[in-house]
T-cell receptor
Framework: DAKTTQPNSMESNEEEPVHLPCNHS???????IHWYRQLPSQGPEYVIH???SNVNNRMASLAIAEDRKSSTLILHRATLRDAAVYYC?????????FGAGTILRVKS | SAVISQKPSRDICQRGTSLTIQCQVD?????MFWYRQQPGQSLTLIAT?????????ESGFVIDKFPISRPNLTFSTLTVSNMSPEDSSIYLC????????????FGSGTRLTVV
């Protein structure tokens, strides 16, 4: 499985945008970029995914670099409920293989 | 998205015993997976539960230690056998949904403590 690199942790102020980076220089042409997050004491939940084009949904936006070797998850206005571990995952088959993820802390 | 009921939510077990964890889904799903999350760590995939055939295990996990059943498209069990304190983890069931509610859905997990 192709590897992703994320910062160990990030901090944000409430109500401000958050940009969570992910590097995936060994991504193959058929790998989808998935983002999941895990809130405290819960199972992971789906956030967003994309292949080549930028994507938006009600939770977040995903900006994918033109060469696809990096991507950024954008939370437009962080709230305290967004404090979680965010996982960037490359998926070429049917299995989700989790890396270490980024711990996002949100300050009020 | 699919709704997963996982039981038990937590348990404390004696070493050398076995625990069976149940995963019930409210709709038929093709793919079901079992993960382990050790304290303070990320999730590790144990196996893919295949309906009507033997589970497919990831490297480092074996059927004798983690037998899995998948009798139908809505139910699976994971057994943690001959437990030791190193098996203390959260075990999570996950399913894959196609279509409008795309994505993987996870159960809330079973927190296992082996003493």
């Amino acid at each position: 499985d192709a590897k992703t690199t994320q910062p160990n942790s990030m901090e944000s102020n409430e109500e401000e945008p958050v940009h969570l980076p992910c590097n995936h220089s060994t991504i193959s042409g058929t790998d989808y970029i998935h983002w999941y997050r895990q809130l405290p004491s819960q199972g992971p939940e789906y956030v967003i995914h994309g292949l080549t084009s930028n994507v938006n949904n009600r939770m977040a936006s995903l900006a994918i670099a033109e060469d696809r070797k990096s991507s950024t998850l954008i939370l437009h206005r962080a709230t305290l409920r967004d404090a979680a571990v965010y996982y960037c995952i490359l998926m070429g088959g049917n299995k989700l293989v989790f890396g270490a993820g980024t711990i996002l802390r949100v300050k009020s | 998205s699919a709704v997963i009921s996982q039981k038990p939510s937590r348990d404390i077990c004696q070493r050398g015993t076995s625990l069976t964890i149940q995963c019930q889904v409210d709709s038929q799903v093709t793919m079901m997976f079992w993960y382990r999350q050790q304290p303070g760590q990320s999730l590790t995939l144990i196996a893919t539960a295949n309906q009507g055939s033997e589970a497919t295990y990831e490297s480092g996990f074996v059927i004798d230690k983690f037998p899995i059943s998948r009798p139908n498209l809505t139910f699976s069990t994971l057994t943690v056998s001959n437990m030791s304190p190193e098996d203390s983890s959260i075990y999570l069931c996950s399913v894959y949904s196609f279509g409008e509610n795309y994505g993987y859905t996870f159960g809330s997990g079973t927190r296992l403590t082996v003493v």
